[in-house]
């Protein structure tokens, strides 16, 4: 037995420290309406407003104490391996900066997801979110919604200085189908009360496809940004959506409006920036709303990723066809948020 692993040995035994596995799982997210008015420049001063949902496709963290037998300290897998020896070292900046932030050394990390990366569905802002809760856990200590949510949000937006809104933290944190209100002085969370009935009636109409394309949603919301002086108009009306959708949902009036609505946010939304949307995605919204779909929307920035559209039942083979090879992606709602789904404690104690 060498001299670290010795070292290992005696901590683990006369110390008694938190050795813990621990495994978070955190949903991404679908947003409907209001995307744009998230983002400070705009909700600042106008107020923004995002309808948005959880659904059954997760991100999960599975993070450790790593044992003092290898020739490193962290150890950490995701679309890369990186073996370090201190944080400073680590590429990955959010991970860097959520160990700095929370004080985690000495640790193996992995990630995996149920859906690719960078594809619209707040799939960076769900393993902030994760992450922050699996070190939490790994401290001993559980931490509500909002706390998580509103970390995410600074290790997003300020520590790591990545451009973009505050939604998709929000509803990875909160979960569930969600208005979202936004102001200077803060945000709420306002679950929307439907009953099962009619929630169950709208997942059954809405179809997702993956488009095969990925793109850095920061450099897109970067350029959204630097428009949004200019569009202000089109976010004040994106913003005003939020509470005609609200209404359709809640009331008795046919879902399909919902869908023709979301046609009308789309319309909008593509109009903010040059990059938001491309000549293939543009076919496709084509193809598929010829085929019988009412409307829909790309998630996220833009610039590819997924496409939601509303689809009346009996219309929905042929959208399929008409959107072939596109990767239908069936899903339902969830309302769960970001939950410690595995914890294992054991001993273990830092090195000084």
């Known amino acids: 037995m060498n001299g670290r692993s010795r070292t290992f040995e005696n901590k683990a035994r006369g110390n008694g420290g938190d050795y813990k596995l621990i495994i978070t799982r955190t949903p991404f997210r679908m947003s409907f309406f209001g995307g744009g008015t998230d983002m400070a420049s705009f909700y600042e001063e106008h107020g923004g407003a995002v309808l948005s949902t959880t659904f059954d496709k997760y991100c999960y963290v599975n993070t450790r104490h790593l044992p003092r037998f290898f020739d490193y300290r962290t150890h950490l897998t995701y679309s890369k391996t990186e073996c ?34 960078r594809t619209g569905l707040g799939t960076s802002s ?60 803060g945000y709420t969370v306002s679950p929307v009360v439907l009953s099962n009935q009619r929630k169950n ?8 496809f993956f488009t095969g394309f990925s793109r850095f949603s920061a450099d897109i919301q970067q350029k959204t940004e630097q428009n949004i002086e200019k569009k202000t108009q089109q976010l004040l009306e994106m913003k005003r959506l939020v509470d005609e959708a609200e209404g359709i949902l809640i009331s008795k009036s046919d879902l399909s409006e919902f869908g023709r609505l979301m046609h009308y946010s789309w319309t909008l939304k593509r109009g903010l920036s040059d990059g938001i949307s491309t000549n293939a995605i543009d076919e496709a919204y084509q193809a598929a709303i010829k085929a019988g779909a009412v ?3 790309l998630l996220g920035a833009g610039g590819g990723g997924f496409l939601l559209f509303y689809v009346e039942p009996e219309q929905q083979e042929q959208v399929k066809k008409a959107l072939e090879p596109l990767l239908y992606v069936p899903f339902l709602f969830e309302n769960g948020g970001t939950r410690v789904v595995h914890y294992t404690a054991e001993d273990y104690a830092l090195a000084e």
């Open 84 to 117: 370090v020896n201190h944080v400073d070292e680590i590429q990955h900046p959010l991970i860097r900066e959520a160990m700095r932030f929370l004080d985690i050394r000495e640790i193996r990390l992995m990630y995996d997801a149920d859906l690719p990366a």
């Open 126 to 185: 769900s393993f902030a979110v994760g992450m922050l809760n699996a070190f939490y856990a790994l401290k001993g200590k559980q931490v509500d919604a909002k706390r998580l949510a509103d970390e995410a949000i600074y290790l997003e937006r300020v520590l790591c200085k990545e451009a973009g809104g505050i939604q998709d933290q929000i509803a990875a944190a909160y979960g569930g189908l969600n208005r979202i209100d936004i102001d200077r002085n």
């Open 201 to 208: 009636e709208l997942n059954q109409k809405l179809m997702l």
């Open 295 to 297: 409307g829909g929307k």
